[in-house]
């Protein structure tokens, strides 16, 4: 499966975005879905994952995410979104989508097997 990521850019502190994640080249509803991010320099860190069905999300134990960021999917699309609400200088990073053939993500990267090329977001303080 490819992936697509999108929706990155420039934005105030307090403000918003909505990242999006396209996938072609298999069925997208057999896969979980995560969104990572990473730092030049850093190692690459989980945000937050959905299962196939949706149902299932779990979001990285950090109050820097929870309660900000929301993770959804549109199967019918064969898009993941990730809504980031309320950013930070401190969420500046490369946001990058993954998938994993599982019904179920998780927070280990080595765990999916399929990777977009990462947006960037940048949040200026």
């Known amino acids: 499966v490819q992936l697509q990521a999108s929706g990155g850019g420039l934005v105030q502190a307090g403000g918003s975005l909505r990242l999006s994640c396209a996938a072609s080249?298999?069925?997208?509803?057999?896969?979980?879905m995560g969104w990572f991010r990473q730092v030049p320099g850093m190692e690459r860190e989980f945000v937050a994952w959905?299962?196939?069905?949706?149902?299932?999300?779990?979001?990285a134990d950090s109050d820097s995410v929870k309660g900000r960021f929301t993770i959804s999917r549109d199967n019918a699309k064969d898009t993941v979104f990730l809504q980031m609400t309320s950013l930070k200088p401190e969420d500046t990073a490369i946001y990058y989508c993954?998938?994993?053939?599982?019904?179920?993500?998780?927070?280990?990267?080595?765990?999916?097997?399929?990777w977009g090329q990462g947006t960037l977001v940048t949040v200026s303080s």
């Open positions: 080249g298999g069925i997208f509803s057999r896969f979980s």
């Open positions: 993954a998938a994993r053939r599982a019904y179920s993500g998780t927070t280990y990267s080595g765990d999916y097997g399929y």
């Open positions: 959905i299962g196939w069905s949706g149902v299932n999300r779990f979001y």
